[in-house]
């Protein structure tokens, strides 16, 4: 008999659809052995369903939960199981049965056969990151550059500084790339305090303060003091507690890689091979040393050693736990290099060391993150045993510089001194930054979003660019800026400025991009209106809280535009963002409140930051028009749902 007919694979703006989102679980941080109630929506054109089934994966044996229906709401049928949560991470799945067909729905979307467990929504029975995470809109200060308080002209620079005017430009060649100081200090960052609120912005991220033989402070001479160049203990007592006074928090810059090779332990491990010290790194008998890619001023930990632990990351006497502790008070970690900690070749505490850094961050203050470094695929990482989320590039960063970048091919320098035309992308030997669809650029971010669990999904760092990369503006496509600021504010995880993106500052490299703050240009028209746009952009974000909490769901993607739901029972958001002239139809029932409502909605938009856009109805029609570039935002109603 020839094999039965199947239907067409539905639209994509008509799938089925689950997240980790309030909509649809119970609780994100349930205890073992609790049961978790969680749902699933299907639009009522998917067909009739005969059984809808969560498959969990317990202690790697697979169990079955049958759902029951809820109901419609606004042309969705609800589906709901309860799951008992049995490891600390639950994977699960959908299974959905009917008419013929069979399609199993995880993270990475809806399939017609099985899928990879690693793809598999997750319940993690494990502490949540503090709320305030989530809801954060973060600003990234590298210290050196940011401001000069009046005390910083009283310092003398250290011998290995080649001092510099605020007003000269970053020196590209070693060894002033990594010597070339300006002499930004921390009592500079507070007088700039009011700038920050006025962006409102609410969490600081301040790269290495600690002292070092470097202007970027990746090189520790010490973990117990802050670098007298930036004013010292004091002076980050200051920073701190004038920035919880405005709301805001700090979170510090940690290497649990790897040392400066001036750094006291690693000195005393020079001068006595016999010193307790010598077992925190890796040395060979012959007085050689393992360091961070090769570079002997970065040698690198043995996090073996018992020792090590308990003075740099166990307990209360730790370092990670002295500067979260009064009088200093920061509020968490970044862990630079967080991916290599631990690991070398056949030896991998990795897991150890984040578990232990997140106990004693728990006892000291559970209210502080923990933010890891993993600048690659971090899926592995990143299942909810210790890190709050991450700085990781793949699953935003990399996708939108190749969807929305137009490189010019302006010369550059290299720390060597060569010219090259060629645009930095990230270290990857691709032959400058690749172009992709908008439609790519959504793949890409579901692909290395799929494996991560959505409370930690919540918790990534979304940059257009850090201290460590080019700066997207050096390459970013004519009227791009406002999509990329857009989609870095509302799709899911923590947005991130790196300080003077709000200037218009460019950068070729990571080191070039660490460039001075222009202050005095803010009422420069450029400027003035990049000012404008991330004002604007951090009041949306801020100003609704489903682009902190609510779920997501792409519902167009075509070669130049992307269409997207942030949504919640309160209200949804439909955001567009757009390259070219566009005219997206969607049936009404692909937004579930507003097909509920009978078509009433609010105000147009809630943001229109570039070209012309409108959203009507026809009868059962949601039309988007579009002359791009354009990225807008609509305030819908919230998703309806059976009780």
């Given at each position: 008999?020839?094999?039965?007919?199947?239907?067409?694979?539905?639209?994509?703006?008509?799938?089925?659809?689950?997240?980790?989102?309030?909509?649809?679980?119970?609780?994100?941080?349930?205890?073992?052995?609790?049961?978790?109630?969680?749902?699933?929506?299907?639009?009522?054109?998917?067909?009739?369903?005969?059984?809808?089934?969560?498959?969990?994966?317990?202690?790697?044996?697979?169990?079955?939960?049958?759902?029951?229906?809820?109901?419609?709401?606004?042309?969705?049928?609800?589906?709901?199981?309860?799951?008992?949560?049995?490891?600390?991470?639950?994977?699960?799945?959908?299974?959905?049965?009917?008419?013929?067909?069979?399609?199993?729905?995880?993270?990475?979307?809806?399939?017609?056969?099985?899928?990879?467990?690693?793809?598999?929504?997750?319940?993690?029975?494990?502490?949540?990151?503090?709320?305030?995470?989530?809801?954060?809109?973060?600003?990234?200060?590298?210290?050196?550059?940011?401001?000069?308080?009046?005390?910083?002209?009283?310092?003398?620079?250290?011998?290995?500084?080649?001092?510099?005017?605020?007003?000269?430009?970053?020196?590209?060649?070693?060894?002033?790339?990594?010597?070339?100081?300006?002499?930004?200090?921390?009592?500079?960052?507070?007088?700039?305090?009011?700038?920050?609120?006025?962006?409102?912005?609410?969490?600081?991220?301040?790269?290495?303060?600690?002292?070092?033989?470097?202007?970027?402070?990746?090189?520790?001479?010490?973990?117990?003091?802050?670098?007298?160049?930036?004013?010292?203990?004091?002076?980050?007592?200051?920073?701190?507690?004038?920035?919880?006074?405005?709301?805001?928090?700090?979170?510090?810059?940690?290497?649990?890689?790897?040392?400066?090779?001036?750094?006291?332990?690693?000195?005393?491990?020079?001068?006595?091979?016999?010193?307790?010290?010598?077992?925190?790194?890796?040395?060979?008998?012959?007085?050689?040393?393992?360091?961070?890619?090769?570079?002997?001023?970065?040698?690198?930990?043995?996090?073996?050693?018992?020792?090590?632990?308990?003075?740099?990351?166990?307990?209360?006497?730790?370092?990670?736990?002295?500067?979260?502790?009064?009088?200093f008070e920061a509020d968490g970690w970044r862990i630079d290099v967080a991916n290599m900690t631990g690991r070398l070749r056949d030896v991998d505490l990795n897991a150890e060391v984040r578990q232990i850094l997140r106990r004693t961050m728990e006892?000291?203050?559970?209210?502080?993150?923990?933010?890891?470094?993993?600048?690659?695929?971090?899926?592995?990482?990143?299942?909810?045993?210790?890190?709050?989320?991450?700085?990781?590039?793949?699953?935003?960063?990399?996708?939108?510089?190749?969807?929305?970048?137009?490189?010019?091919?302006?010369?550059?320098?290299?720390?060597?001194?060569?010219?090259?035309?060629?645009?930095?992308?990230?270290?990857?030997?691709?032959?400058?930054?690749?172009?992709?669809?908008?439609?790519?650029?959504?793949?890409?971010?579901?692909?290395?979003?799929?494996?991560?669990?959505?409370?930690?999904?919540?918790?990534?760092?979304?940059?257009?660019?850090?201290?460590?990369?080019?700066?997207?503006?050096?390459?970013?496509?004519?009227?791009?800026?406002?999509?990329?600021?857009?989609?870095?504010?509302?799709?899911?995880?923590?947005?991130?400025?790196?300080?003077?993106?709000?200037?218009?500052?460019?950068?070729?490299?990571?080191?070039?991009?660490?460039?001075?703050?222009?202050?005095?240009?803010?009422?420069?028209?450029?400027?003035?209106?990049?000012?404008?746009?991330?004002?604007?952009?951090?009041?949306?974000?801020?100003?609704?809280?489903?682009?902190?909490?609510?779920?997501?769901?792409w519902v167009h993607a075509d070669d130049d535009a992307v269409v997207f739901l942030r949504e919640s029972s309160q209200e949804s958001l439909l955001v567009l963002a757009t390259m070219a002239e566009r005219e997206v139809e969607l049936p009404v029932?692909?937004?579930?409140?507003?097909?509920?409502?009978?078509?009433?909605?609010?105000?147009?938009?809630?943001?229109?930051?570039?070209?012309?856009?409108?959203?009507?109805?026809?009868?059962?029609?949601?039309?988007?028009?579009?002359?791009?570039?354009?990225?807008?935002?609509?305030?819908?109603?919230?998703?309806?749902?059976?009780?």
């Open positions: 008999m020839p094999a039965p007919a199947h239907p067409s694979p539905p639209p994509a703006d008509l799938l089925p659809h689950h997240d980790g989102s309030p909509l649809h679980v119970s609780d994100d941080a349930p205890a073992l052995g609790e049961r978790v109630r969680v749902r699933l929506r299907v639009p009522e054109g998917f067909g009739p369903l005969e059984a809808v089934m969560v498959r969990s994966n317990p202690d790697r044996e697979p169990t079955w939960d049958e759902a029951e229906p809820l109901g419609a709401a606004g042309g969705w049928q609800w589906w709901e199981a309860e799951v008992t949560v049995h490891n600390p991470r639950h994977g699960y799945r959908w299974l959905l049965r009917g008419a013929g067909r069979v399609h199993w729905l995880n993270q990475s979307g809806l399939h017609p056969g099985e899928v990879r467990d690693a793809d598999d929504f997750v319940l993690l029975a494990t502490p949540a990151a503090p709320a305030w995470l989530a809801e954060s809109v973060m600003y990234q200060i590298f210290p050196d550059r940011f401001a000069r308080s009046a005390e910083a002209a009283d310092r003398e620079a250290p011998e290995w500084a080649i001092p510099a005017a605020w007003e000269d430009p970053v020196a590209p060649v070693m060894p002033c790339r990594s010597q070339q100081l300006y002499g930004g200090d921390l009592d500079g960052i507070v007088e700039k305090l009011d700038h920050l609120a006025e962006l409102g912005v609410d969490l600081i991220y301040l790269t290495p303060i600690f002292p070092a033989a470097s202007n970027h402070r990746y090189d520790a001479a010490s973990f117990e003091r802050v670098d007298p160049l930036l004013g010292g203990d004091e002076a980050y007592v200051r920073l701190v507690r004038a920035a919880h006074a405005r709301g805001m928090r700090v979170i510090g810059d940690l290497t649990s890689n790897h040392s400066g090779d001036r750094h006291e332990w690693f000195q005393t491990a020079l001068a006595d091979p016999g010193a307790p010290e010598r077992q925190y790194y890796y040395f060979a008998e012959d007085g050689s040393y393992e360091s961070w890619l090769g570079t002997p001023s970065l040698p690198k930990f043995d996090w073996s050693s018992e020792q090590l632990r308990e003075r740099f990351i166990q307990g209360t006497d730790s370092v990670v736990a002295r500067w979260l502790l009064p009088p006892k000291v203050n559970p209210d502080t993150v923990l933010l890891a470094e993993s600048t690659n695929d971090a899926t592995e990482d990143l299942q909810g045993d210790a890190w709050h989320g991450a700085m990781t590039y793949p699953a935003f960063t990399r996708p939108l510089w190749s969807w929305l970048s137009d490189p010019t091919g302006e010369p550059w320098t290299t720390a060597e001194g060569s010219q090259r035309t060629e645009p930095w992308f990230f270290g990857l030997p691709l032959g400058g930054i690749p172009k992709i669809t908008a439609a790519e650029f959504a793949q890409a971010v579901t692909r290395f979003s799929a494996g991560i669990p959505w409370r930690i999904r919540l918790g990534n760092m979304q940059p257009l660019n850090t201290h460590d990369t080019a700066r997207f503006s050096t390459h970013a496509a004519e009227g791009a800026m406002p999509l990329a600021l857009g989609l870095a504010m509302t799709l899911p995880g923590v947005p991130v400025l790196f300080a003077g993106d709000e200037f218009g500052l460019t950068g070729a490299d990571g080191e070039l991009s660490r460039t001075p703050m222009p202050w005095g240009t803010e009422s420069q028209p450029e400027v003035a209106e990049r000012l404008r746009l991330c004002r604007e952009l951090v009041g949306l974000r801020r100003g609704h809280e489903v682009l902190a909490r609510g779920g997501m769901r029932v692909a937004v579930p409140g507003l097909a509920a409502s009978g078509g009433q909605r609010d105000e147009p938009a809630v943001s229109r930051l570039t070209g012309e856009s409108v959203c009507g109805l026809s009868g059962e029609t949601m039309r988007i028009s579009a002359l791009g570039p354009s990225f807008t935002v609509w305030r819908l109603p919230g998703v309806p749902a059976p009780r």
